[in-house]
């Protein structure tokens, strides 16, 4: 696993890491292109997403918890473009390894919504996250939402051969979901009961776009929360409950429980 949304690395580190994965005999590279922090996957049918989406203004400064924020003042970002992308992918399958993206939805999500913030719930200022944590911007489950997440996980689908695409699903704050009228009306109309369901109706959604573009979801283990299709392979992040439970229900697992 290597996250390149807090930190961007260049294709040529990512091809090194590659390197130290084939030679520890390891033959699955989990690159984790989006969260909060940066958007980090050319997407032509969406510009703004590396437009805007790749680059904050700043970053903080060391641990965070217990004393008041500093920030080191200088712009990061960066992205990788498609054919960067098929690059890496092409030099991983030539050391047998296989790479899975991770597009984080519907979570996670700043830095989409700072490129396009009519997926959001609320009318308000997005910006791509300076500091690290849980943040509440969150996708609206709207048909404009999904439609944008079917043409991002067709290009998608396009740059990866592996079967799988993660789309995260985890830390989902669901605030802004019930402040908003849309989402009241979306839970009226499909008997959720509760924004847990509100969650597993999202992800099922997003589980048939990616089926649709012939792969499979691996998710975090928090989309187990409001029920999920056994079809959908469970990674265990929380401790080692999740896991468990998945098996125990037929989905496949893969165990990260610290």
């Known amino acids: 696993h290597l996250d390149v949304s807090r930190h961007f690395f260049s294709t040529d580190f990512i091809k090194r890491y590659i390197d130290l994965i084939a030679f520890n005999k390891m033959n699955v590279f989990h690159w984790h292109l989006t969260d909060d922090q940066g958007w980090r996957v050319e997407i032509k049918s969406h510009p703004k997403l590396t437009d805007i989406g790749a680059w904050r203004d700043q970053t903080v400064v060391g641990h965070t918890s217990n004393r008041e924020l500093q920030f080191d003042g200088k712009p990061h970002g960066g992205f990788y473009s498609q054919e960067e992308i098929r690059e890496v992918v092409a030099y991983a399958r030539e050391r047998h390894i296989e790479v899975i993206p991770e597009i984080d939805i519907p979570g996670h999500a700043s830095a989409i919504l700072a ?4 997926f959001g719930c609320l009318k308000k200022e997005y910006f791509v996250q300076q500091q690290f944590g849980i943040f509440s911007d969150v996708l609206c489950p709207t048909e404009k939402t999904f439609a944008m997440l079917d043409a991002v996980f067709s290009e998608v689908a396009a740059l990866f ?21 849309s989402c009241k009306k979306i839970m009226q109309q499909n008997a959720l009961e509760d924004y847990d369901q509100l969650q597993s109706y999202f992800v099922k959604r997003v589980e048939k776009i990616v089926n649709n573009h012939n792969k499979k979801i691996i998710g975090w283990d928090e989309i187990l929360d409001g029920g999920i299709d056994t079809t959908a392979t469970i990674m265990s992040w ?11 229900v037929g989905h496949d697992v893969i165990m990260t429980p610290v």
């Open 115 to 118: 490129a396009y913030p009519e």
């Open 161 to 181: 051969p592996s079967q799988y695409i993660h789309i995260g699903g985890d830390e989902v704050k669901k605030e802004q979901w019930k402040s908003c009228a």
């Open 238 to 248: 929380r401790g080692m409950e999740g896991g468990t439970k998945a098996a125990e």
